[in-house]
Every structure is written in C-alpha cells, then in structure tokens.
C-alpha cells in the first residue's frame, strides 16, 4: 500500500533488493555498470523493471568500476558499479583503489552471501568490506533491508562530497530478498562526517602576506582544484597575481596550457619549466596537491628554499610529505575567493617579471620535443600532437597507464578542465577503454577517444563488445610499439638494456588490433607512417556511430623525455639522453 500525506515520508511495502532500486532512482542514477551473478541476482530482478536506471552489461566486472570513474570524472557526478559476491566483488578491487589514490566518487555495490553463511566459508564468499577497508572513504555491510534507503543516501553523500572518493555497499543476499518498509526520504546517520569546506580567514590571510613578500612563487596546481570546480577562480587569481602556475597529470587543462603563465605539468616527466620552477621558488602555494613523490623526486631536495602554503579539503595531506608554512583546510574553490579577496585587501602586488622572464627562458630553451626516425617510422609524439590537432579541445582525451599516458599528457593541448581522463595515483594498466566507455555514456554528445598502450589495451579490449552492443562510440587510439614501452624505458636506461619480458610482439600482428575490432563489431584502422597519421585521424572522427580501433605502429625505441630518475633529484632532470638543463647559478 502507498501512503505519502502532505509533508510527510513516502513509506511503501517492498523487498530490500525494490528498495535498492528505488533509492538508486532517487538519488539521482540514470547508469550502472555490473555483472548479475547469485548472491547479487535479487536485485537485478527489479532493476529489469526500472526505467530511469539504465544497466549496461560489462564484459569484467574491473571494466564495470573503471567505467563509473570515467562517468564521474567526465560529468562530475558519481558513478555507480555493481557485482556479485567473491570472485565478483574482489574484480571491483583493481577500480576502488584507483578511484580512491585519484579521489573520484564512485559507489560500489556487491552482493554478498547470506548473513547466517557470513564466516562460514560459503560458496563466493570474501569478505570485501574488509579487503576493500583500506582504498574506500568507507564502507559498509547490510545485513538488514530496513537499512538499505538510508546507507544508499549516506554512501552517496560520502562518496561526492568533502574530498570525493570510492564507498562500498555490501549487501547479503537475504537482505535484498526480505521485505521491508520503503521510507523515502531517510534521515542520514553520520554524526561523525563533517567534511571542512570553509577556510581559516586568519591563514588566508597568513597565505596572502608570504604571496605579497615572495619573490619567486608558484602555483602549484592538482586535480583538487578541478574537482572543485574551481578552474575559473584560478584563472582570475593567476591574472590577479602575475604568478607563474604548474599543472600536475591529475590538473591538465585545469589552467589553459596557451596562457603565458603556464609553465606545464611538473614531475618525473615534466616539462623543465615545470620543474625549474618548483625548484627555483621561494614559494609554493599548492592548491589540492599531495606533494607525492612522481612531482617532488627526492624529497629532500624538491623546492629547497621555498615556503609552503598547501591548501587541501583533506587536512590528512597538509604536512603530510612536506612541511606546510601555513596549512589551510578547505574546498578548493571557496579557498582561491578568499585568497583573491585577501590578495586585493592587502593592496600589495608582487614584481614577477625577473622571475617570469627567467621560466620563460627555460620554457623557451628547453621546449618538449621528439625523436623522428631515420626509417622513417612513426613517432608516437607526434601521433599525440595530430590527434590534438584534429580532434581538439572540446575532446576528452582518457589515457591508460605506461608511455603513451606521458605522451598524452606532453603533446595533447588540454584548454578545458576535465577534459583529461587517466589513472594518476595507481597508474592501473587497463584503464582507458572501459573508462572511455564511461565517459561517453556521461557525455553522449562529445568526442571520445581512448589513448592505449598495445599493453593495456589487451586487459580491457573486452569491453569494446559492450561499447558496441550498447552504442557507444569511442575512438581508441592503440600506441602500438610491440613493447610493455615504460617497462623497456627503464630496461634501456637502468638495466643495460636486458629485455626481460617486455618484447609483447604485437608488432607481429599477434593479435591484428584491426581484426579484433571488426571481431568486435568496430570499425578498425591501421597507420604505419607519419604521412598517413591525418587521413587516418580524420577518417576515425568521420566514423560516429560505431567504435574505432586505430591500430597506430610506432617506434619501439621511443622514449618519454624529459625524465627524472625514480629516487633522484629534480636538480637531476634529463631533457634527452645523457642531456640536462643548465640552471642558473643564482640560488
């Protein structure tokens, strides 16, 4: 029976798996991404009936939860993935960490086994919440369906808000078979959850005077800041301010890479710029960064004259590698505002132009650049920079993990937060395609295409059948060298070049990409020279109604340049082979 009286909460008779669906409808789902199996089965059932909740069947339940990280990244809201017990749930490990290292919000939902079976051993039994403790914001196990509603609201709202990130909702079968009260809307119970957004007015203004004082500062960008939506704030605080400003892999386009101000992506493979500046500061204002260690190198000689003010939403990452001079715990776009309505009550600008001139002389000297072949083979750089070229900004780029993600973030033109999609944190081989699947689901209208090592591409290549049964059409561009390319890097560099186990031989057409795309029902592509690269581009943008697998062979003996060995200095950064910057004696 329906009853809902004037001001008064909907309250309707349903099993705990109708329950499950309605509350996924309620707060807003229109996608979920998942495999059925036993113990989550009672909760399909009703979902066949939903129509506001669209279900597409993935092909690996890994390619289910990289998918709802490329829906949220893509449309800023949260993705949904769903799996059974056991051997489902823990194939959901691989994404929850990646969606936790980057901070996405996802929601995970699993089956489990009964809740007399919990502990015994049963069939598909593991014990997810306490597998997935560690990479989740939180988690949590249903073993009664009157609290399915209200930990559906709850997780939702701990996944999107505060710093975003992966939740679990684990529920035993018998509580999605039991019948329960439907309540709509339940009262959250989170006593303990009470995410800081506002910052400290006294270390706004702490921030504004070391700003007003520096003579070399930076703006040391993450992918906080784009997760705040907080794009067009930096944009004025930069212009405000005349501060030279770094973007890292998780903030590409977050700040237009055509601004006079940017110096490019700091790190193990960043730009000189980039890295001379962090070097050079004397001071850095990081704003939703974690100082991890692909930017700072060495630790202990990344930056070592300059202050430090780190704003983040998460106060666990303030001081956490390095000493914060004033820490500032909050949103992002609420901290820049009051930084730029302090800067201006403070009435002091600082004079940059010594310091922009000496940046823009290393940008100007130490350009990125590439190798072309005297084979004349292709290089995968300039692939990047073509399909930069033709597809544009108003694409989304979404990289896998390896060479081709370096040369995706180096020689693609990012002028649009967002609009680069990869696996930062935990660098997880397999991303792109399903991820890419996700995108495109979240922003139908868009050009998407997936940029894949001839490695990673073979974790996930499965879900091209579901990108092709369910319509999506995503453009995969397949950076075939015949290598696991990054791993052959470091091999050639640091291993005197003993080829243990890299050498993939796709080169040898084992498997034809092009074959298993038309296997797959896309369409597929192959280009082999650099005077091809266009036609081939143009011709996979003129395709739109089915996916696109362009098989490009590249050089396997491109490298990722510059570099900055693991475990080494900045100080250290090689922009070729055995060729490094010449700083300026001046400390």
């Not at 997935?132 to 988690?139: A, E, L, Q, R, V």
């Amino acid at each position: 029976m329906l009853t809902h009286p004037r001001n008064e909460p909907m309250t309707e008779r349903m099993t705990g798996a109708q329950a499950l669906v309605r509350a996924l409808e309620h707060v807003g789902v229109d996608t979920v991404f998942g495999i059925p199996g036993g113990a989550i089965l009672p909760a399909y059932d009703p979902l066949y009936d939903s129509t506001k909740v669209r279900h597409v069947l993935v092909r690996h339940e890994q390619g289910a939860g990289h998918a709802a990280e490329g829906y949220a990244q893509a449309t800023g809201r949260v993705g949904v993935c769903m799996a059974t017990s056991g051997p489902g749930a823990t194939n959901l490990v691989t994404p929850i960490a990646d969606a936790y290292m980057d901070s996405v919000p996802i929601v995970a939902i699993t089956g489990q086994v009964a809740s007399a079976a919990i502990g015994t051993d049963a069939f598909q039994e593991a014990d997810i919440s306490g597998i997935t403790m560690p990479i989740t914001k939180h988690n949590f196990l249903i073993t009664d369906a009157d609290d399915i509603p209200r930990t559906i609201v709850e997780a939702f709202h701990i996944a999107s808000t505060g710093r975003p990130g992966p939740v679990l909702v684990d529920i035993s079968k018998d509580a999605l078979q039991a019948q329960t009260t439907f309540v709509w809307p339940p009262q959250m119970q989170l006593p303990g959850y009470r995410p800081v957004t506002r910052p400290h007015s006294k270390q706004i203004r702490e921030a504004a005077k070391l700003i007003a004082e520096a003579k070399r500062p930076v703006l040391y960008v993450g992918g906080g800041v784009h997760k705040a939506g907080a794009s067009h704030e930096l944009l004025r605080l930069a212009e405000l301010t005349g501060i030279p400003v770094v973007t890292t892999l998780m903030a590409r386009g977050t700040f237009p890479d055509s601004h006079p101000q940017h110096m490019g992506m700091p790190g193990m493979h960043g730009s000189v710029s980039a890295v001379g500046a962090l070097q050079k500061s004397d001071l850095l204002i990081g704003l939703g960064v974690r100082f991890d260690d692909r930017v700072t190198g060495e630790l202990s000689s990344f930056a070592p004259n300059a202050k430090v003010v780190h704003a983040d939403i998460d106060p666990a990452e303030i001081s956490k590698n390095r000493h914060a001079d004033v820490p500032i715990v909050g949103d992002a776009r609420e901290v820049i505002g009051e930084l730029i309505g302090a800067i201006e009550a403070e009435g002091r600008k600082g004079d940059y132009a010594e310091w922009r001139a000496l940046l823009d002389g290393y940008k100007e000297t130490y350009p990125l650049g590439f190798e072309e072949f005297a084979d004349g083979s292709l290089a995968p750089q300039y692939v990047m920079q073509r399909l930069s070229a033709i597809a544009g900004p108003d694409a989304y780029y979404v990289a896998g993990v390896g060479q081709h993600q370096m040369w995706a973030a180096q020689f693609v033109d990012y002028e649009r937060p967002g609009s680069f999609i990869n696996s930062g944190g935990l660098g997880t081989m397999g991303f792109a395609v399903p991820a890419a699947m996700g995108a495109k689901m979240g922003r139908p209208d868009a050009t998407v295409w997936a940029i894949d090592g001839d490695g990673c591409f073979q974790m996930t290549n499965q879900e091209l059948a579901t990108c092709a049964l369910e319509g999506v059409p995503i453009k995969v561009a397949v950076i075939n060298n015949g290598n696991l390319g990054m791993v052959r890097q470091w091999q050639t560099l640091f291993y005197d070049k003993r080829y243990s186990n890299t050498d993939l031989q796709t080169t040898r057409r084992i498997p034809d990409f092009v074959k298993l795309a038309d296997a797959y029902g896309c369409v597929g592509l192959r280009c082999e020279r650099p005077e091809d690269v266009d036609a081939t581009i143009r011709k996979a943008m003129e395709i739109n109604d089915v996916p696109v697998v362009v098989d490009f062979v590249v050089h396997q003996d491109a490298m990722v340049w510059p570099m900055v060995a693991a475990g080494t200095s900045n100080d250290d950064i090689k922009f070729a082979r055995d060729m490094a910057p010449v700083w300026d004696s001046e400390d």
